[in-house]
């Protein structure tokens, strides 16, 4: 008789059969946590459809989003209000036609902050903005067109809407994505900000430069602290882009760009041409094409840069208008022709860029009181207040523009005016700035010039775009930045101090990042159309 099998299970089989029950169920467990906690965008397949002529980017995401264009951007701080939509940009490192990959990019002035990281995820509630948003205000007197704007469509939309930032942008080097948001005219007012101490900068030296003449070659002319070198100027909502000398010379390869008006735009002239030589292999292929030093005697100046076949030009013009003689009498005065344009105005057409400014003469004695000075036609006035004769003399210079500038070719720049710091009395009185060191405090508040509201009243009617570089406030905190005693070589009698004039390196490479940065927008913004 066979004998019958036992069913009993051994010790060692139990222990691994519940060994391996309880593991199993604990993985499941686990699985099952990790799949309920994972963010909604990653349990979707969303795709963005891009309604541009450069859609050959395999775009891998989906909530339905919809693309318009905007194009009723007027000069003002803020844009108009839209509901709920979002700015895409893309900032590349290199030429960004390699990979078909189109700058989607926001109006002249935008900018995306270059340390944002490279792959990220933003939630955006229904009413309310996303951190880190990043739009730049510009005040440019024309309608300006919002490139691409994706806006989510109100009748999908959710109450929290999160999308993950496709990595195959990430093919180049630096394609860093930004999202920036305009929402209830909430977006970045450049002027408003404060001076950050940034080790980085200067961005040259006085001996890498040989362009700095000596009223503004502060380090030169003894100055020992170099602190007033080291500030960069950081707006509360968004960044300005860092001067790239290399790429700047590609936006302007073949062209001319041109600055007119006073000795401060001269100021600005000098701090382009020594941060353009960064990118200068060989010194010897920069020079001035008349072979003019550098002197405050000598106004106009072209600079040729062989590499790129471009020139950066200066012009003077105090007035932007006519500065001629008339007869009063028996006796021939100085007058200010304000219905007639300055004689240099032929050299300034056919320009590709040119950056006006004017204002500070307009404070001399002579031009404050207005007697027997302002001419129009044959007529010298008697007496004409100063901001009368401004405006006139603006209305000269934008009728100018309007008749001589083909506003396809040119981009046109006006510099607002820079402040001075005299202490004490004004230059010729005894005026001083030497004992300030650090930039004013951040809670710094000055009145906004009536100048610079003219100046925007007159290109707010101009059918020629014109941008507003507003650099009055920024630079207003600066009052350690001035030449003060060191515009001129030691030993010097003159006990005349510079309190309007800039140090070089110094602010004006601030007003130069600026408009680098308007250059490179209308730049990228260009691409998708």
């Given amino acids: 008789m066979e004998k019958q099998r036992s069913f009993s299970i051994k010790p060692t089989r139990l222990w691994l059969f ?24 990653t349990r979707q397949d969303p795709h963005l459809h891009f309604n541009t ?13 919809k693309i318009q264009t905007l194009s009723s951007f007027h000069r003002n701080y803020s844009a108009t209000q839209i509901e709920n939509s979002i700015l895409v940009g893309t900032h590349f490192s290199r030429v960004e036609n390699e990979s078909q990959i189109s700058n989607i990019s926001a109006p002249e002035g935008i900018l995306e902050k270059e340390s944002e990281p490279k792959s990220v995820a933003y939630v955006i509630n229904s009413n309310s903005t996303v951190k880190n948003s990043t739009f730049f205000g510009n005040r ?17 939309q959710q109450q929290n809407v999160s999308f993950p930032i496709f990595k195959k942008l990430e093919r180049e080097a630096s394609s860093d994505i930004v999202l920036k948001v305009v929402n209830n005219k909430k977006v970045c007012d450049i002027t408003k900000g404060k001076w950050v101490f940034d080790e980085s900068y200067p961005l040259y030296t006085n001996a890498s430069c040989p362009y700095i003449d000596e009223g503004f070659s502060c380090e030169s002319n003894g100055r020992l602290d170099k602190h007033y070198m080291k500030w960069r100027w950081q707006p509360q909502d968004c960044d300005i882009l860092r001067f790239n000398s290399t790429q ?38 920069v020079y001035e094409t008349r072979g003019r030093r550098i002197t405050k005697e000598k106004g106009n100046y072209c600079f040729k840069f062989v590499d790129y076949q471009c020139t950066v030009e200066y012009y003077v013009t105090h ?22 344009i300055d004689k240099s105005s032929s050299r300034w057409r056919g320009a590709d860029v040119l ?50 500038v083909n506003p396809t070719k040119t981009q046109v720049f006006f510099r607002s005016s820079a402040p001075s710091h005299f202490s004490g009395g004004q230059w010729n009185t005894g005026g001083h ?40 406030g920024l630079s207003d905190y600066r009052i350690d930045a001035h030449p003060s005693i060191y515009g001129r070589k030691p030993g010097s009698c003159s006990r005349v101090q510079d309190c309007s004039h800039w140090c070089l390196p110094g602010v004006p490479d601030t007003w130069n990042e600026i408009l680098y940065t308007h250059l490179e927008s209308k730049r990228r913004k260009s691409l998708t159309n």
């Avoid at 050959?56 to 909530?63: F, N």
């Avoid at 440019?140 to 999908?156: F, H, W």
């Avoid at 208008?321 to 007058?335: C, F, L, N, P």
């Avoid at 100048?451 to 009243?457: A, D, F, R, T, Y």
Wanted: charged residues 20%; aromatic residues 10%; positive net charge.
């Fill in 18 to 41: 519940s060994f391996t029950v309880s593991f199993s169920l604990i993985i499941l467990i686990f699985f099952s946590i990790w799949v309920l906690n994972l963010p909604l965008s």
């Fill in 355 to 404: 950056v006006f400014n004017t204002a500070h003469w307009w404070s001399h004695h002579k031009t404050k009181a207005g007697k027997n000075y302002y001419q129009e036609r044959n007529q010298v006035h008697p007496r004409l207040d100063v901001s009368t004769a401004f405006e006139k003399a603006l209305t000269t210079w934008a009728s100018w523009v309007d008749r001589h």
């Fill in 140 to 156: 440019s007197t024309k309608s300006e067109t919002v490139s691409e704007v994706l806006q989510i469509d109100s009748a999908k």
């Fill in 248 to 285: 700047m010379l590609e936006l302007i390869r073949g062209k001319r760009l041109v600055f007119v008006g006073d000795s401060i735009n001269r100021n600005q002239w000098e701090s382009m041409l020594c941060l353009l030589m960064g990118a200068v292999k060989d010194p010897r292929k």
């Fill in 433 to 472: 700035c030497r004992e300030a060191s650090q930039p004013l405090p951040e809670t710094y508040n000055g009145e906004y010039p009536e100048k610079n509201m003219l100046v925007e009243q007159i290109i707010g009617k101009m059918k020629t775009p014109v941008t507003f570089l507003n650099i009055t």
């Fill in 53 to 65: 002529t450069t859609s050959s980017v395999p775009l891998d995401l989906k909530p339905n989003f």
């Fill in 319 to 340: 007035f932007l208008v006519h500065e001629g003689k008339a007869r009063i009498g028996s006796r021939r005065v100085q007058t200010l022709r304000i219905d007639t």
